[in-house]
């Protein structure tokens, strides 16, 4: 799956569904960054927490333990964290005892490095350390409220680094071992979030190792959670009264656990009692198989959209980034899509400016997109990233100039086109769920067709959790704006 970025997400975790916490319970703040397994294993680890008796915050002021969970997928996604790392050090310091943790990927990608960019952590855990959350802040809180003392002992530690020397306060507790047996089985994270749509992580991490990505390195080897996990962790969704459910994995597609397919998976999870709608993201094109796709076409709570990354429109660069596919292949599987739903909404990712990457297979790429019209797009310039097969072999030779005049190529087509394909939607009937308040206007609901659009809906159209035919009377580029 390609990582993508998305805005600064700050959750209260863990809120939900559980017996209240006690009056003194120390409180947790957690903000997330990255993709929505991120924002999924936030919710995980706010469930951890509130099971180990933490309340939560939306206040990192208010805030015992401070949580970042990380995206190492750009450079830039980790200059973000160490900025933010900087001014919750800051916020933390003025609350007593306060400890803050850095965890998931970037936490796994730099591991005691992270120490030396963000000094005031406490806290380094990994993707798959999140059961051992509680143990780990537990230690650098009784470090933190402690006696300094003369000398510090490694055998107080539960990471796996030597301390700092005694002066320069405590060394970080660190656990980033990787696991690949860990599906956070039996574990009910997905219960937090809007109350309408939640998440449930069916697949970690990744075997494709395109040459570009530190996902693999960062996640560990792919593993499948096992079905009947799946399908307990979508009837509770189902019974705290969410009504859609997008199940996710890093090439979440290639899903398979002991004879059950992806396919099979989804038409169960379609038939769970009060889950009205199913996404899944994000898929890798060549695992795209025709029962998957007649799964698709055939169930009707499966939604009609796929995120479909592409990355390139060239097959020279697509060669290497090692996607495993061709142009013309990716061609089939959107026509195969398209064949057996001619209006399912189709999105993607672009990675422009890899390694190589001439003028001629820039255009390569735009008319793949003139070709394909995809409804909307995650675009981003290519940043080196260490560990990967690109960072140690290819040269990055695309200069910072040319990629940014790519990639604002890039987006100002993928704008035309999503104006275009969104504005084709006005006066057409609509079936929306409405999702909560618009943001923008809290008198008036938003919610998403079965296509993956935003839909901003009049003040008295629908209720939050249900579904409502509504017709589309205008469009922007990336929202809906319906009457009754
Ligand atoms: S290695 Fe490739 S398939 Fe795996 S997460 Fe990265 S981009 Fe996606």
Redesign the pocket.
């Known amino acids: 799956?390609?990582?993508r970025l998305v805005p600064l997400g700050k959750r209260t975790a863990g809120a939900a569904v559980r017996p209240a916490p006690a009056a003194d319970a120390p409180r947790v703040y957690v903000e997330t960054y990255g993709c929505q397994m991120n924002v999924a294993d936030s919710d995980l680890l706010g469930g951890v927490l509130a099971d180990a008796g933490y309340a939560t915050t939306p206040r990192a002021e208010d805030a015992d333990v401070i949580v970042v969970n990380t995206c190492a997928v750009r450079e830039k996604a980790e200059e973000r964290v160490v900025a933010r790392a900087a001014e919750l050090g800051a916020i933390k310091r003025r609350r007593p005892g306060a400890v803050l943790a850095i965890v998931g990927c970037m936490a796994e990608h730099l591991k005691e490095g992270l120490a030396a960019r963000a000094p005031a952590v406490d806290v380094i855990a990994g993707p798959d350390s999140y059961r051992r959350m509680p143990a780990l802040l537990a230690a650098a809180r009784a470090e933190r409220t402690a006696p300094v003392p003369d000398e510090r002992s490694e055998d107080t530690r539960v990471g796996l680094l030597p301390a700092r020397p005694a002066g320069r306060g405590a060394a970080p507790v660190i656990d980033i071992k990787l696991d690949k047996a860990e599906t956070y089985e039996g574990l009910s994270g997905a219960l937090a979030g809007d109350g309408v749509s939640g998440f449930v992580t069916i697949q970690r991490g990744?075997?494709?190792?395109?040459t570009?990505?530190?996902?693999?390195f960062t996640r560990g080897r792919e593993r499948g959670a096992p079905p009947r996990e799946v399908l307990r962790q979508v009837r509770e969704l189902a019974d705290a009264g969410f009504r859609e459910v997008t199940l996710l994995g890093?090439?979440v597609n290639s899903y398979a656990w002991d004879g059950t397919t992806f396919a099979e998976l989804l038409r169960a999870v379609a038939r769970v009692d009060g889950i009205e709608r199913v996404r899944f993201t994000?898929p890798?094109p060549v695992d795209f198989t025709d029962d998957v796709v007649a799964a698709l076409a055939e169930e009707p709570k499966l939604c009609k959209y796929v995120h479909l990354?592409v990355?390139s429109g060239s097959d020279d660069v697509l060669a290497r980034m090692r996607?495993g596919y061709t142009v013309a292949d990716y061609h089939a599987i959107v026509a195969r899509l398209r064949r057996a739903m001619p209006d399912i909404a189709l999105s993607t990712d672009i990675l422009s400016g890899f390694c190589g990457e001439t003028d001629a297979d820039h255009a390569a790429t735009l008319a793949l997109m003139r070709e394909v019209r995809f409804d909307s797009a995650f675009m981003f310039a290519y940043s080196e990233r260490d560990l990967t097969f690109a960072a140690k072999k290819l040269p990055d030779d695309v200069t910072e100039a040319v990629k940014k005049k790519r990639l604002a190529e890039i987006v100002a087509l993928q704008e035309r086109i999503s104006t275009e394909v969104f504005a084709a939607h006005v006066g057409r009937a609509e079936r929306v769920l409405v999702h909560g308040p618009s943001k923008r206007d809290p008198a008036q609901l938003v919610g998403r067709t079965d296509g993956f659009k935003s839909v901003i809906l009049p003040a008295g159209v629908g209720s939050v959790g249900g579904l409502v035919d509504v017709t589309i009377e205008r469009a922007t580029m990336a929202t809906l704006f319906a009457r009754a």
Do not use: G, N
């Not at 990744?206 to 395109?210: E, G, H, Q, V, Y």
């Open positions: 799956m390609s990582e990744c075997d494709k190792f395109c570009f990505c530190v996902v693999p890093q090439t994000s890798y990354p990355q996607r």
